[in-house]
């Protein structure tokens, strides 16, 4: 069998994300005053369970700092393809909180339902609300910007949980009006319970992409796509490749492949194509390694498949 050749260089270090999460702990702190000051005011279950999901969100903007922070560390003797898989966990437990919020508020907004109370000082109650759900926003469309820009699922897990965080206020502020308009008490926990189902679906959905990224899961379709289109311009003069295997862990991302070319080609030869290969590569993906195994296109081992083993 030929030799292996990895293109990816040592992997530059990652930049420190670690201080757009002290924005979403800085945001936190400020929003979960407000929200209980609106809920002690107007002693609205809806009001209560929002600032419980702005409780969850400081905690998981602490644990995505922390995350960040490990993800910034160097690859090391005992880590050597670095530890950019410490932003699943964040996520992961981003996820697995939003749940457990869900059905904390779930319980409180039940036994609303069977013990009615009366709402007091609702419009002052409402407008602190609209200046929490102000900062959320502003701050989940920068983390969410941010997150995709340096391909950190931790802060972008930070920002979408910020922005269900606005529609969930923005949810509770339309049933404590109506309920003040109507007096029709029963609608403040109906509408805490439709905001924690929707809360819900998306936490599960978060630990599941999580989820994903821990069990090494490939590339997605259509950059499998991409990465053929590059292989098919070089898919001449006798040159040939398969076993092509992706993952992603964090931010990076990992090819593997093997290419067979003419066994009376020299070794440099097969090395400039592959470097040529693998740059094309990394100029249509950020963060890419690429490993190139060179095998002689007539022998019959060659052609050995992982998803034939």
């Known amino acids: 069998m030929g030799g292996g050749h990895d293109h990816g260089p040592t992997a530059p270090l990652r930049p420190d994300l670690s201080k757009y999460a002290l924005v979403a702990i800085a945001a936190g702190v400020v ?11 107007t002693g609205s279950v809806g009001l ?34 670095g530890h950019t898989k410490a932003e699943y966990f964040s996520a992961v437990l981003e ?17 609303r ?49 910020l922005l269900t965080d606005v529609w969930t206020t923005v949810g509770v502020i339309a049933g404590v ?36 990224g821990l069990m090494d899961a490939a590339m997605p379709d259509e950059d499998l796509a991409r990465i053929e289109e590059v292989l098919d311009r070089h898919r001449v003069q006798g040159v040939e490749f398969h076993d092509l295997r992706t993952r992603e862990s964090g931010h990076e991302r990992f090819v593997q492949m093997h290419m067979l070319v003419p066994g009376d080609w020299t070794v440099d030869h097969a090395h400039d194509l592959s470097e040529q290969v693998e740059q094309e590569l990394a100029e249509r993906f950020a963060d890419l390694r690429t490993t190139i195994h060179t095998e002689p296109l007539g022998d019959p081992r060659a052609y050995e498949d992982w998803r034939l083993n």
Not at 31 to 41: C, E, Y
Not at 59 to 80: C, E
């Open 31 to 41: 929003t979960i005053g407000l929200k209980v000051v609106a809920w002690l005011l």
């Open 48 to 81: 209560l369970s929002d600032a419980a999901e702005s409780s969850v969100n400081l905690v998981a903007a602490v644990a995505a700092y922390i995350a960040l922070r490990v993800v910034a560390r160097p690859a090391d003797s005992g880590h050597n393809f």
């Open 95 to 111: 996820g697995v909180m939003i749940v457990v919020a869900a059905g904390v508020i779930i319980v409180s907004a039940v036994n």
């Open 113 to 161: 339902l069977f013990n009615p109370q009366e709402l007091e000082q609702v419009g002052l109650g409402l407008a602190i609300s609209v200046l929490a759900t102000a900062i959320n926003g502003a701050v989940g469309v920068y983390l969410l910007r941010v997150g995709r820009e340096h391909r950190s699922l931790a802060l972008q897990a930070d920002g979408k949980h």
């Open 177 to 212: 009006l109506l309920v003040a308009l109507t007096g029709w008490l029963p609608l403040d926990p109906l509408i805490a319970i439709a905001v924690a189902i929707n809360i819900l679906i998306v936490g599960v959905r978060l630990v599941l992409r999580s989820g994903a």
